[in-house]
């Protein structure tokens, strides 16, 4: 087959042709970073190269030394970013050129904020980066030959729709891309402007990013042999003494490995030398990823051996919870052939990994007792990932649940800024437990009639509206030696808390109600599991009790909501004995009005502890003859 007749016309995917006209007409406020892109892809290309040929030499083609080249032509107003690395097929060009479903595109258009210098920089957490490219260049070319092959591949396009891809020849492996620079971007061909970018952004990077200068001799005219200058450090940052790293290093060093666009909120940088020696440098972003929620992605912590780059892998250097940190770990005493199977079963890795998890717990402290602002926003962006700790990580349960923030009846806001330790700090005298409620949301817990006790008494009451702090209250049910109670389950006994007089009220209102407790049994039959009167109402004429190791209704409403096939629990409905509505019940002689009057109230508990009627028509209608009574 001749190169020729392999040559194709393909239109782009739809979100990148969108993708491509807001790099060409919006995002011009910092264009510089479209290197910074090209530079890091070339970076991963190595990588990728150095781990393939841990089980292959032979892809290093008798070329080992990985390096980055930056050429320029100010005639011609190109620009070309070369590497030997891994490379790619032609089969590879069409799926991360051509095509970007996979790289989270719909979610960087919904995370662009209308600020120019803020979007342009989203684009290398989405993994577009590529295509910033077209912020300078009106015409791109790719010629790429991935390593251990023979084909090379040329593709090209003027980021209008569409784009060709052919066959070509290339000698050496890896890929070179060459912008054609729009009119006015003529800086970009300069050789100062391009080292002053690299220092900026690139310094950190591992490989020798090389560029060069053409000398002219006396008598020629025309250029002796280019001579290559590395511009950058190419050393591993983490390998450098921590104390002659800067701020601006690190968050360039960290932006590079995360793909984000901030710098980052705190970092640990640690050496460990002795039995077993490694480093570990690790980062806590300023900003929730998009793909937080994806618990398959398991990027996030690159493993490196000797410097020498094995895998991104979460999974096996942090736990679930911490799945947000961002980071290397470089260790001396791990094979270079390091495979899936051996991480698994290696015990310097769940070393690496328990202490690494303590470093970052540690840091979290650090930030949480000196500085709250910090702490709070690192919160409203992972707090709901932290509450998954004390479930996944029994060892480390009690300082994970110190880190813990949760909205409370304290000040009554649905701000997660209480802990667990302020809560105990606050505790009346002779009160045993840290009680919660769970509900759907904020106002569903904030007015609950289940907290009408704890308000009277100022009892402090967490309200707890995460779907994942069900999961959370199962896993923790102490702190500090001070059990964690629902509120909403059991009989609520309140101890050295409860007053006399108000016990006494209560059993003398208990007995003028008579026989009322087993006509509001008989009325709802198998509707509920028990009838009794409260002890944690004050207001409410009713509320719904679960007993106290069944499932709660929010975790009922929780379980079915993600299709879940959960029976309901038959609840205990609690009477206010001191309540009006519930005497004037008791004076109900007709039995159909007694009924009527009874499914009311127990309506009225189930929709104010967040459930669905199956009935509300039948509910509407009661209502409205309570009303036409009233109103006669």
């Given at each position: 087959?001749?190169?020729?007749?392999?040559?194709?016309?393909?239109?782009?995917?739809?979100?990148?042709?969108?993708?491509?006209?807001?790099?060409?007409?919006?995002?011009?406020?910092?264009?510089?970073?479209?290197?910074?892109?090209?530079?890091?892809?070339?970076?991963?290309?190595?990588?990728?190269?150095?781990?393939?040929?841990?089980?292959?030499?032979?892809?290093?083609?008798?070329?080992?030394?990985?390096?980055?080249?930056?050429?320029?032509?100010?005639?011609?107003?190109?620009?070309?970013?070369?590497?030997?690395?891994?490379?790619?097929?032609?089969?590879?060009?069409?799926?991360?050129?051509?095509?970007?479903?996979?790289?989270?595109?719909?979610?960087?258009?919904?995370?662009?904020?209308?600020?120019?210098?803020?979007?342009?920089?989203?684009?290398?957490?989405?993994?577009?980066?590529?295509?910033?490219?077209?912020?300078?260049?009106?015409?791109?070319?790719?010629?790429?030959?991935?390593?251990?092959?023979?084909?090379?591949?040329?593709?090209?396009?003027?980021?209008?729709?569409?784009?060709?891809?052919?066959?070509?020849?290339?000698?050496?492996?890896?890929?070179?891309?060459?912008?054609?620079?729009?009119?006015?971007?003529?800086?970009?061909?300069?050789?100062?402007?391009?080292?002053?970018?690299?220092?900026?952004?690139?310094?950190?990077?591992?490989?020798?990013?090389?560029?060069?200068?053409?000398?002219?001799?006396?008598?020629?005219?025309?250029?002796?042999?280019?001579?290559?200058?590395?511009?950058?450090?190419?050393?591993?940052?983490?390998?450098?003494?921590?104390?002659?790293?800067?701020?601006?290093?690190?968050?360039?060093?960290?932006?590079?490995?995360?793909?984000?666009?901030?710098?980052?909120?705190?970092?640990?940088?640690?050496?460990?030398?002795?039995?077993?020696?490694?480093?570990?440098?690790?980062?806590?972003?300023?900003?929730?990823?998009?793909?937080?929620?994806?618990?398959?992605?398991?990027?996030?912590?690159?493993?490196?051996?000797?410097?020498?780059?094995?895998?991104?892998?979460?999974?096996?250097?942090?736990?679930?919870?911490?799945?947000?940190?961002?980071?290397?770990?470089?260790?001396?005493?791990?094979?270079?052939?390091?495979?899936?199977?051996?991480?698994?079963?290696?015990?310097?890795?769940?070393?690496?990994?328990?202490?690494?998890?303590?470093?970052?717990?540690?840091?979290?402290?650090?930030?949480?007792?000196?500085?709250?602002?910090?702490?709070?926003?690192?919160?409203?962006?992972?707090?709901?990932?932290?509450?998954?700790?004390?479930?996944?990580?029994?060892?480390?349960?009690?300082?994970?649940?110190?880190?813990?923030?949760?909205?409370?009846?304290?000040?009554?806001?649905?701000?997660?800024?209480?802990?667990?330790?302020?809560?105990?700090?606050?505790?009346?005298?002779?009160?045993?437990?840290?009680?919660?409620?769970?509900?759907?949301?904020?106002?569903?817990?904030?007015?609950?009639?289940?907290?009408?006790?704890?308000?009277?008494?100022?009892?402090?009451?967490?309200?707890?509206?995460?779907?994942?702090?069900?999961?959370?209250?199962?896993?923790?049910?102490?702190?500090?030696?001070?059990?964690?109670?629902?509120?909403?389950?059991?009989?609520?006994?309140?101890?050295?808390?409860?007053?006399?007089?108000?016990?006494?009220?209560?059993?003398?209102?208990?007995?003028?109600?008579?026989?009322?407790?087993?006509?509001?049994?008989?009325?709802?039959?198998?509707?509920?599991?028990?009838?009794?009167?409260?002890?944690?109402?004050?207001?409410?004429?009713?509320?719904?009790?679960?007993?106290?190791?069944?499932m709660g209704a929010n975790m009922e409403r929780i379980l079915k909501a993600v299709g879940q096939d959960v029976a309901e629990a038959k609840r205990i409905f609690e009477l206010n004995p001191g309540h009006p509505l519930v005497h004037r019940l008791k004076e109900e002689a007709d039995d159909q009005r007694f009924?009527?009057?009874?499914?009311?109230?127990?309506?009225?508990?189930?929709?104010?502890?967040?459930?669905?009627?199956?009935?509300?028509?039948?509910?509407?209608?009661?209502?409205?003859?309570?009303?036409?009574?009233?109103?006669?």
């Amino acid at each position: 087959m001749t190169v020729e007749a392999q040559k194709e016309t393909l239109e782009f995917q739809a979100e990148v042709q969108q993708l491509l006209h807001l790099m060409i007409h919006s995002l011009y406020s910092n264009k510089e970073i479209f290197l910074r892109e090209l530079i890091s892809n070339a970076s991963d290309a190595a990588d990728k190269l150095r781990f393939e040929a841990l089980k292959n030499d032979a892809l290093y083609e008798g070329d080992s030394e990985l390096k980055i080249r930056i050429t320029f032509d100010k005639d011609a107003r190109t620009l070309t970013v070369s590497d030997n690395g891994i490379g790619m097929s032609r089969q590879e060009v069409l799926d991360n050129i051509g095509t970007i479903a996979r790289s989270g595109t719909r979610q960087f258009f919904q995370a662009l904020s209308g600020d120019e210098a803020k979007d342009s920089q989203l684009i290398g957490q989405f993994g577009v980066g590529f295509y910033s490219c077209y912020i300078v260049a009106d015409k791109v070319t790719l010629v790429t030959r991935r390593a251990g092959t023979d084909e090379a591949v040329r593709w090209e396009s003027d980021g209008k729709g569409s784009y060709t891809i052919e066959s070509t020849d290339k000698a050496g492996r890896g890929t070179e891309v060459t912008l054609h620079l729009r009119e006015g971007e003529d800086e970009f061909a300069e050789g100062y402007r391009l080292r002053n970018i690299i220092h900026k952004f690139s310094d950190h990077i591992s490989l020798p990013i090389e560029m060069h200068q053409e000398h002219y001799g006396e008598e020629k005219d025309e250029p002796e042999a280019p001579e290559w200058e590395t511009v950058n450090r190419a050393s591993a940052l983490w390998t450098r003494n921590k104390d002659d790293i800067s701020d601006e290093e690190h968050a360039e060093f960290y932006k590079h490995i995360a793909h984000d666009f901030e710098a980052p909120l705190a970092h640990s940088h640690n050496r460990v030398e002795g039995k077993h020696e490694y480093i570990s440098l690790l980062y806590i972003p300023s900003r929730a990823p998009f793909d937080l929620w994806d618990r398959e992605r398991s990027h996030g912590v690159k493993l490196y051996v000797r410097r020498v780059f094995i895998k991104d892998d979460t999974e096996h250097l942090m736990p679930q919870y911490l799945r947000f940190v961002r980071g290397v770990i470089d260790s001396a005493d791990l094979p270079l052939n390091v495979s899936r199977e051996i991480l698994q079963s290696n015990r310097l890795i769940d070393t690496i990994k328990s202490a690494s998890v303590k470093r970052v717990l540690g840091l979290l402290e650090s930030i949480a007792n000196n500085d709250a602002e910090k702490y709070a926003k690192f919160w409203k962006e992972f707090g709901k990932v932290m509450k998954e700790g004390p479930g996944e990580d029994f060892a480390n349960k009690e300082r994970i649940a110190g880190l813990l923030r949760f909205a409370s009846t304290h000040a009554d806001t649905a701000e997660q800024t209480v802990s667990l330790a302020e809560y105990i700090g606050r505790m009346k005298e002779g009160q045993e437990h840290i009680y919660y409620i769970t509900a759907e949301s904020f106002l569903a817990a904030k007015n609950s009639p289940h907290l009408e006790v704890f308000r009277k008494k100022g009892v402090e009451v967490l309200l707890l509206t995460d779907r994942v702090d069900e999961w959370l209250v199962s896993a923790l049910t102490e702190f500090d030696g001070k059990t964690l109670q629902s509120v909403t389950k059991g009989e609520l006994d309140l101890g050295t808390l409860d007053d006399e007089t108000d016990k006494e009220e209560q059993k003398k209102a208990e007995e003028e109600l008579g026989d009322l407790i087993e006509r509001v049994k008989t009325a709802l039959g198998e509707k509920v599991k028990e009838v009794r009167y409260s002890h944690r109402l004050t207001s409410s004429p009713g509320c719904l009790v679960s007993e106290e190791h069944e499932m709660g209704a929010n975790m009922e409403r929780i379980l079915k909501a993600v299709g879940q096939d959960v029976a309901e629990a038959k609840r205990i409905f609690e009477l206010n004995p001191g309540h009006p509505l519930v005497h004037r019940l008791k004076e109900e002689a007709d039995d159909q009005r007694f009924g009527d009057l009874t499914a009311i109230l127990y309506d009225q508990a189930y929709l104010a502890e967040g459930g669905s009627l199956d009935d509300p028509a039948g509910f509407i209608h009661r209502m409205n003859e309570l009303l036409l009574d009233l109103a006669k």
